[in-house]
Every structure is written in structure tokens, then in C-alpha cells.
């Protein structure tokens, strides 16, 4: 699976732009799978199992991650730009970013000694930035990089200290490889997965899957905020690494089904998996658009926890992604029969 997560981060893939990670999933499929992309993007994977479900089950993981899109172009050669989703301004400044072309660009702005006393104290936010590509006046900019464009944190894919994980698009490109790896054993029942598009940016690509395939019900793969570390007090944690697959009661964009969720915690039990809840009401995901689509879904979402979220070093642990990925498959199972 870590193969599959290495390369899946490798590719490039802002919300609306998620072509390359597309193209590799695609790659990746069995020749006994069949798929299909619909109008907004969303990759929609069928396989045959052993025979047909009671239900229809629909399991969904984003294919985008969250970037930067160019805005303006100024006459010195500078970039203004805006986020494409949740990234924090402050923790941009001096992030090395990339262009599909190859074009390589710096997050800057005005040194902290240039600055006033009041510009010190404020907020920082993306107005007061700009990416540099080394440019000297528009016209040369141009020749590089248009308005429209995205940029991507440019950084590597490393495994460090006892089985951690540190890459970009981690989220939620370990959905995309718990998918896949499903995708590739043999089933005992059908299944349909959905990569889906425009997660970032309000779970868009899910709600028009959902009309699409209309299952019994869901189930979203993803990465959530975990916040671990030195003086964040307990309850304030959300979830911890090491500890297993998250299983969300409550978001900010969903209100899970009780059933399922009591249901993913037994099974997580019967089978010995380690598994645990989030101790706040934060974050969304897919779950948000499908749980009210097509006259309701009964959703349930299975999460890798994952520190710095929406930054080019989110960091997961190996054993809670397997966890992930075992609960998942069994989940799937015992709905298909529910």
C-alpha cells in the first residue's frame, strides 16, 4: 500500500485540476474493473465480486489536494495568488512550490525588519504574499506561468522515526491507495469506489457521485486533523497517531449515522483493530455531500489521523493506515449483508 501512497503524493492535483491522479489511478486498476469519469471529474470504479450485495455500497475517497492558484501577474514579475482550500497564510511564508511545467516559485513577502509595528502584529494573509519564480518584469513571467494556473508545495515523500509517514496530498491520497488496495483482492461481494473531485472546496465532485451511483450506503476513506504534540491539552487533540482508524461520530459537516457508527466500533473490536474517536467537533470531508444526496445515505467515515493537515509535511503513522484500511474492508462486508 505505501507504494501506492508514494506515487499517489507524487502526483499533482489541485481541486478542478485532479487529471494526473486520474491518469494514475487509472493505471493502478485491475483488468477486471470497470470505470468511468464523469462530467465533473469524478472517477467511478465498479468491480464484480462473488455475487451481488444486499446493498449497494459506495466507498469514496478525494482524489484533490489542497494548492495555490495564480490571480494577477504584477509588472515586476510577481505572483499574486489565492488559496485552493484550507491552507494557512502564516504557514506558507518561504514554502518552495512548483508549476506542472516545471516552473519552481518561492512564497515571499516583505522581510520582518521592513515592516511596521502595526504590520508586525496583524494577521497574516494571502494579500500580503506573492510567489517569486525569479522573474524580472511581467512579460518574462508570462513566458512561465499564466492566471489560472496552480502551483503545489514542492517537497519530498519520507519515511522517518518508528513507521512515520511525511509527505503532501497525503490528504486524501491515503484514501485513494486504501481504494485501490481494496480494488485489487478479491471480493466477495460488488463493489463500487469513487475517487472523487473538489473535495477541498466544498466535497462538490461527491454530491454529483452520489445522484450517480444512489447506494444503501457510504463510506468515506480519509485523513483527519490530528494535533498530538507538545501543549495542546488532551481533549483539545481531536485524535493521536499511533492510536488507529478514526471512526467520526460528528463533524462541522456531518452528523454520522449512530447505527454505523456503533457498528464500525464493534467490528473494530470483534476483529481486534485499534481504533479510536476524535474528542472535538471539527473538520468535513465527502461525507457532508453524500450523507444528503439522492434522499439520504446512511455515511460512515473511516480516518487515517494525520498531523499538519493541508501542509507539505502532513505525517501518518503505517499501522494506523493499515488499521484503516482492514476496518474498511470489513465494514464493507458487513454492510453489503446489513
Known sequence: MFDLLKNLCAQDGCSGDERAVTKYIISQLPEDCAYKIDGLGNLIVTKKGMKTPKNKIMLAAHMDEVGFIVTYITEDGYLKFAPVGGVNAPAAIGRQLHFRNGTVGVIGTKAMHQMTKEEREKDVEFDDLMIDIGATDREQAQQKVMPGDCAYFDCGYTELGSGMIKSKAIDDR?????????????????????????EEIGARGAKAASYTVKPDYAMVIEATTACDFAGVSDEKRICELSKGVVISYMDKGTIYSKELYNAAFAKARELKFSAQTKTMIAGGNDSSAISVSAGGIPTIALSVPCRYLHTPSCMINKEDALATASLAAAMFCELCEK
Open 174 to 198: 491515503i484514501g485513494c491507495a486504501i481504494l485501490l488496495l481494496l480494488l485489487k483482492k478479491k471480493l466477495p461481494f460488488d463493489i463500487t469506489c469513487v475517487f472523487t473531485v473538489q
